[in-house]
């Protein structure tokens, strides 16, 4: 049987994806079959070769670990809502610290101009960020690559680095999920519904819908008690693939030399925000006591699916980072295009271009 012509890239990506997270699965690396589908692609990517992972797929996939997500909701988490008020408090500070020390980065470093800079320097809402960026008169492609590098260097960074600091023991890595022949029909039922939190929440203009929709309803029957059940196993490790590799073919057709070029300034980048993750989240730790690898992940600027999955495969307090990153989101879907508005009206009162 061959491949038709339309098909290849997206066979490709698959087949490229799947082999280079067995491959780091193989050799227990953490997050293997995310990382290791992400790798993959990106080099093949990079190498020229088409790759494509349609976004209809990819919702899906994100659909279902916003399921598996949604089932570390437990009743016992409502109890634990009022400790999180000072770590959330905070996160509205680091992002604005976050922001603002990355625009002068890029400003100062980069010489981007101010628009680009700003919606580059906000840390998450890929999508969202780059559609306001590019009607504010910022540069889509050097936004959305350095979006995406960003988050690539993000998910590379942290696991391996929790690894080599002892914030994270492969002996207590965490499965992805039950057998797929071990759920009973209601609790399958039940699971395959919350999907309609996806329409439901892009019908409600909910930021990153497609996660956001199905992990509140899946949270939603978890905390009633309706069930205990959670995705097979195998249908998360699909999803880690199928984001991974997403990941990897955002970098198929661009030009070399740009990705090196932006790759640098993303290097930067990234390497600022980390810095100031680390610290507001060691400080919050000593008032709160939440826990520095936890909180690492929930400040940490990387995606939403990408972070939580992260938690999820390092078995560390996922409904806490999810959260974290749902506020995150919010904040700066809503409030990055008045303050980038604001911030231009008072650079042009002081006659700055």
């Known amino acids: 049987m061959t491949i038709g012509p339309g098909l290849r890239p ?32 990106t080099v093949a990517a990079m190498a020229g070769v088409a790759l ?11 659909m279902i670990l916003g399921v598996m997500l949604g089932s570390g909701f437990t009743p016992d988490i409502l109890g634990r809502l009022g400790e999180w008020s000072l770590s959330l408090g905070a996160l509205a500070v680091y992002l604005v610290l976050a922001t603002t020390l990355g625009v002068q980065y890029l400003r100062r470093a980069a010489r981007l101009d101010p628009p680009t800079s700003f919606f580059t320097a906000t840390p998450g809402g890929l999508n969202e960020m780059v ?6 008169g910022g540069d889509s492609r050097t936004m959305a690559l350095s979006h995406a590098l960003r988050v690539m260097l993000v998910v590379l ?11 994270y023991d492969p002996a207590r890595r965490g499965a992805l999920g039950p057998p797929l022949l071990s759920l009973a029909p209601l609790d399958v039922a039940l699971l395959s519904a919350c999907a309609l939190g996806y329409p439901l929440a892009k019908l409600l203009r909910i930021p990153a819908a497609q996660i956001v929709g199905p992990m509140l309803l899946s949270a939603a029957i978890h905390l009633a008690g309706l069930t205990e059940g959670k995705p097979p196993g195998v249908l998360v490790a699909a999803a880690q693939v199928v984001i991974g590799a997403s990941l990897g073919c955002r970098f198929t057709g661009l030009d070399i030399r740009r990705i090196g070029r932006d790759g640098l300034t993303a290097l930067g980048l990234t390497g600022l925000m980390l810095l100031v993750t680390t610290a507001a989240a060691w400080m919050v730790d000593e008032a709160t006591g939440l826990g520095l ?5 929930a400040f940490a600027p990387g995606g939403l699916a990408e972070m939580t999955l992260v938690a999820l495969a390092l078995n560390i307090d996922v409904a ?11 904040l700066i879907v809503t409030l990055a295009p008045g303050f980038y508005l604001l911030w231009r009206k008072w650079r042009s009162r002081r006659g700055k271009t």
């Open 10 to 41: 997206f066979a490709l990506a698959l087949a490229l994806g799947t082999a280079g997270g067995a491959l780091f699965s193989y050799f227990h690396l953490p997050l293997a079959w995310m990382i290791g589908a992400m790798t993959a692609t």
């Open 157 to 167: 960074v942290i696991p391996f680095a929790f690894q080599a600091l002892g914030l």
């Open 293 to 297: 690898a936890a909180l690492i992940l």
């Open 320 to 330: 806490l980072v999810a959260t974290h990153h749902m506020v995150r989101i919010v």
């Open 52 to 62: 494509h992972v349609p976004k209809p797929l990819r919702n899906a996939m994100i």
């Open 131 to 136: 559609m306001v960026g590019t009607q504010m």
